[in-house]
Nanobody
Framework: QVQLVESGGGSVQAGGSLRLSCVASGDTARSYCMGWFRQAPGKEREGVASIDSRGITRYSDSVKGRFTISKDNAKNTLALQMNSLKPEDTAMYFC????????????????WGQGTQVTVSS
């Protein structure tokens, strides 16, 4: 089992930046995929970015070019750098870990953090 704790959320004006962090502990060796997801009120949880054990990344079209996912294996830390934020980026952001081979899709993830709120004002 992997325990995940997110931090770095907050309020920012449109065009600003935030950097989210996720610290993983427990059986991190089996986490072949890591990802960031978000959920706005009344909407389904959606994938934002993922990174596999080889460092290959994937982004949703809505954040591509603005967000960057990265990881520090030595520190068991996952990060999401968010630039040029838009009001539509407002959501609860979740860090997740996946022990399987498929890194894209909410249904493939087993371990989730508690979430951190990101609010972008116009």
């Amino acid at each position: 089992q992997v325990q995940l704790v997110e931090s770095g959320g907050g309020s920012v004006q449109a065009g600003g930046s935030l950097r989210l962090s996720c610290v993983a502990s427990g059986d991190t060796a089996r986490s072949y995929c890591m990802g960031w997801f978000r959920q706005a009120p009344g909407k389904e949880r959606e994938g934002v970015a993922s990174i596999d054990s080889r460092g290959i990344t994937r982004y949703s079209d809505s954040v591509k070019g603005r967000f960057t996912i990265s990881k520090d294996n030595a520190k068991n830390t996952l990060a999401l750098q968010m630039n040029s934020l838009k009001p539509e980026d407002t959501a609860m952001y979740f860090c997740a870990a996946n022990s399987g081979a498929y890194c894209w899709g909410t249904k493939w993830y087993q371990n989730w953090g508690q979430g951190t709120q990101v609010t972008v004002s116009s």
